[in-house]
């Protein structure tokens, strides 16, 4: 709504007096929408990406999952490997 009266024309000064707000978050506000148009204003402390960030954070998590049951797998093979040739001297 504040981005909508400062787009419509207003100035910013008269919207944050308006709205009894900070006249620097409004113009933060609205460098933001103008910068990122629709991902603007995510919420819930997300940070604002465009869809090419999400799909890096994305494939960056994928990764670090993958990795992490590579390990898994590694330390499953070393302990079978140890046991299977402990199985063999007897």
Known sequence: MVVNLCLSGRESKEVALEMD???SM?????????TYKDNSFKGNG????TSEQEEIARLKAE????QTERDILKKAVSIFSKSDSKNFNL
């Open 46 to 49: 997300n940070p604002v990406m």
């Open 63 to 66: 990764l670090h999952q993958a």
């Open 26 to 34: 409004v113009q933060r506000w609205v460098r933001e929408y103008n």
């Open 21 to 23: 707000l900070d006249r």
